[in-house]
T-cell receptor, first 112, second 113 residues
Framework: DAKTTQPPSMDCAEGRAANLPCNHS???????VYWYRQIHSQGPQYIIH???NNETNEMASLIITEDRKSSTLILPHATLRDTAVYYC?????????????FGTGTRLLVSP | DADVTQTPRNRITKTGKRIMLECSQT?????MYWYRQDPGLGLRLIYY???????NKGEISDGYSVSRQAQAKFSLSLESAIPNQTALYFC????????????FGSGTRLTVV
C-alpha cells in the first residue's frame, strides 16, 4: 500500500471549514484513498473514501487531485466534536489481505 | 446497541495471569480483526480472521492467541500477561471486500501490573 504524508496538527475555528491535506505521491492506479478519524481513545471511525472523483457524504467531502498524488478531506462546518486525529490511508480494493496501515495522522483541534 | 461490542472496557490484571478480551458484532461481516494501539505507534494488527475456519497472524501475534467462536464472535487471549502488553485493544470488522471501510469497537484498555 502507498505511503501517505499528513501534517501532524491543525487548528480550526468552530463553524469554519476544516481542510485536511494528504500527500500520496506513490499511489497506484487501483488504490483508493480512505479517511478515518479517531476521537480520543475511541475506536477509529470510517469517514469517506474515493478513487479519483470527488466524493461527498453526510460527514465530509473528499477532493482528490487530477494526478491523484494528493487529496483533501473537508469538514464543511467543523464542530468541537470534530476534534480528533484524522488518518489518510491508501489501499487497493478486493485485495486478498485487507490490512489497514494507520500512520500518525493529523491531530485536528477545533476551538470555540 | 453498538455494531461492534468489546468487553471489558477496562481491565487491570497481574503479570502472568491469563486474560480474554471479547468481541461481538452485529454487522454480519465475515472478517474480524484485533488491533493494538500504543502511544506514538499507531494501530498494529495482532490477528485477523476471514471466517470461522480461517485465522491468521498479524504483525505482532507473539504472546496472543485468538478464537473465532462464530461469525459474530472473535476473542483475543493473553495466555500469560506481561507489562508490555499494556495497551488499548480494538476489534474491527469488515465485509469481504472491505470496500466501505472497517467498523471498530470502542476498545478495551488493558493494564498489566
Amino acid at each position: 500500500d502507498a505511503k501517505t504524508t499528513q501534517p501532524p496538527s491543525m487548528d480550526c475555528a468552530e463553524g469554519r471549514a476544516a481542510n485536511l491535506p494528504c500527500n500520496h505521491s506513490t499511489i497506484s492506479g487501483n488504490e483508493y484513498v480512505y479517511w478515518y478519524r479517531q476521537i480520543h481513545s475511541q475506536g477509529p471511525q470510517y469517514i469517506i473514501h474515493g478513487l479519483k472523483n470527488n466524493e461527498t457524504n453526510e460527514m465530509a467531502s473528499l477532493i482528490i487531485t487530477e494526478d491523484r498524488k494528493s487529496s483533501t478531506l473537508i469538514l464543511p462546518h467543523a464542530t468541537l466534536r470534530d476534534t480528533a486525529v484524522y488518518y489518510c490511508i491508501v489501499r487497493g480494493l478486493n485485495t486478498g489481505f485487507q490490512k489497514l496501515v494507520f500512520g500518525t495522522g493529523t491531530r485536528l483541534l477545533v476551538s470555540p | 446497541d453498538a455494531d461492534v461490542t468489546q468487553t471489558p472496557r477496562n481491565r487491570i490484571t497481574k503479570t502472568g495471569k491469563r486474560i480474554m478480551l471479547e468481541c461481538s458484532q452485529t454487522k454480519g461481516h465475515d472478517r474480524m480483526y484485533w488491533y493494538r494501539q500504543d502511544p506514538g505507534l499507531g494501530l498494529r494488527l495482532i490477528y485477523y480472521s476471514f471466517d470461522v475456519k480461517d485465522i491468521n497472524k498479524g504483525e505482532i501475534s507473539d504472546g496472543y492467541s485468538v478464537s473465532r467462536q462464530a461469525q459474530a464472535k472473535f476473542s483475543l487471549s493473553l495466555e500469560s500477561a506481561i507489562p508490555n502488553q499494556t495497551a488499548l485493544y480494538f476489534c474491527a470488522t469488515s465485509d469481504r471486500q472491505g470496500n466501505y471501510g472497517y467498523t471498530f469497537g470502542s476498545g478495551t484498555r488493558l493494564t498489566v501490573v
